[in-house]
Structure formats: C-alpha cells, structure tokens
C-alpha cells in the first residue's frame, strides 16, 4: 500500500511539472519539443489515475493524488523559473540617476533604447530592454545598485527578431 501511495505521489508531481514545462515550450513556440513533453507527462497521468481509479473507495489514495499535483504545480514552478526560457522586455523608469543607469547597463551588455515620455509631474526618460530571462537577476542587481528607486516592469516577450539582445557578460 505504501508503495502504491509513493507512485501515485511521485507520478503527480513528475506528470504536472512536465504540464508546466509544456506549456511554457507551447507558449515559446516550441510546438515539437511540446508534444514530445506532452507524450510522456499523459502516459505518466494515465498511470497514476489508473491507481486511484481501480480504488476509489480509498480516500487516501485520492488525497494523495490530489497532493502531488499541488506539490507538482510547486515543483513545476521552480523548474520554470530555474530554466527561464526565453526573453523579457524590461521598461525601467529612472528616478534620480538616469544617465548613471544607462551606462551602468551598457557596460554589462545589455541593449538600451531610451525613449521620452511625458508623466503627471513633466517630461521623464523610459528605457526599453530585451533580455534573457536568465538574466534578470544580474539586471535587477543593476537596478537596485544604481537607482533602486527607479519603476520598472517586466513583460514576457514571446519571440524577437533582430535588435540587440546580448545580455551576457563580456568575455
């Protein structure tokens, strides 16, 4: 029985992860690496409820069911964001040390295009850049290091074509 319920578990957590994983190779584009994905995370999920399925009078089972996929949503998180795959476009609003930021930026490799833009208290400059997801947390380090008061947001950028989107450090 504790063998039954450890498989039931551990095939939840590894059946959604791989949801997780591809959904996000679904939304990048990847519509191959997707369906291979998604091969073995039904083959796993047909087995696992096949486990409960032939005992439903058993509500441990399906307790434990129910745990690993919300285990397996936790876990496919983590993954997602460990891999971060793809691209993001920042819009950093500089607060006080605009000229500083831009430079600091550039001289990590990362592409900048300044734009000027009007807010409620006058005229302000809004940087745009397209980086790596993997390397948000070297931008953010960035941010918070010359301008911490600076406004950004983060948004998904499903696919690029051309531009400059090194991002990695120089060599």
Known sequence: M???????FIARIMDVSLSTIRVLMLTRGKRLLAAFLGFFEVSIYITALSQVV????????ILI???GFSCGTIVGGFLEEKLAI?????QVIPKNHFQELVMALRAENFGVTILEGKGRNGSRSLL???????NLPRFTAIIDQVDPESFFTILDARSTKGGYIIGDKKK
């Open 86 to 90: 793809g691209y993001a476009l920042v």
């Open 128 to 134: 745009n850049i397209i980086l790596r997801r993997k």
């Open 65 to 67: 069911y129910a745990l």
């Open 2 to 8: 504790v063998s039954s319920l450890l498989f039931i």
């Open 54 to 61: 032939q005992q439903l009078d058993s509500p441990l089972k």
